[in-house]
């Protein structure tokens, strides 16, 4: 498995922007297929954005074009650009590696949008 660490969550106001980071403590990081998910309370886990090991994206509709993945994989880390935040994407924010039958997540940063 591989041991996950996020940071950069937080309370931000409407329209505000927020960085998330996740290092991961793995040889061999660049590849995996890094992604964030985020929870919501009453709601199951939703996909965010993923990022390949090639480096090709992926998003999920209702944050294209406001949120950046992008990943540094000299530095073991991956991170997720939040910009023009609305109050529903206030949830806990998870960061995912996966590489075969590896499927690991981090514990989680709350991130609240609020004004």
């Known amino acids: 498995q591989v041991q996950l660490v996020e940071s950069g969550g937080g309370l931000v106001q409407p329209v505000g922007s927020l960085r998330l980071s996740c290092a991961a403590c793995v040889i061999s990081f660049s590849t995996y297929t890094m992604g964030w998910y985020r929870q919501a309370p009453g709601k199951q886990r939703e996909l965010v954005a993923t990022i390949a090991s090639g480096g090709i994206t992926n998003y999920a509709k209702s944050v294209k074009g406001r949120f950046t993945i992008s990943r540094d994989n000299t530095k073991n880390t991956v991170y997720l650009q939040m910009n023009s935040l609305k109050p529903e994407d206030t949830a806990v924010y998870y960061c995912?590696?996966?590489?075969?039958?590896?499927?690991?997540w981090g514990q989680g940063t709350q991130v609240t949008v609020s004004s």
């Open positions: 995912n590696a996966r590489r075969g039958v590896v499927n690991s």
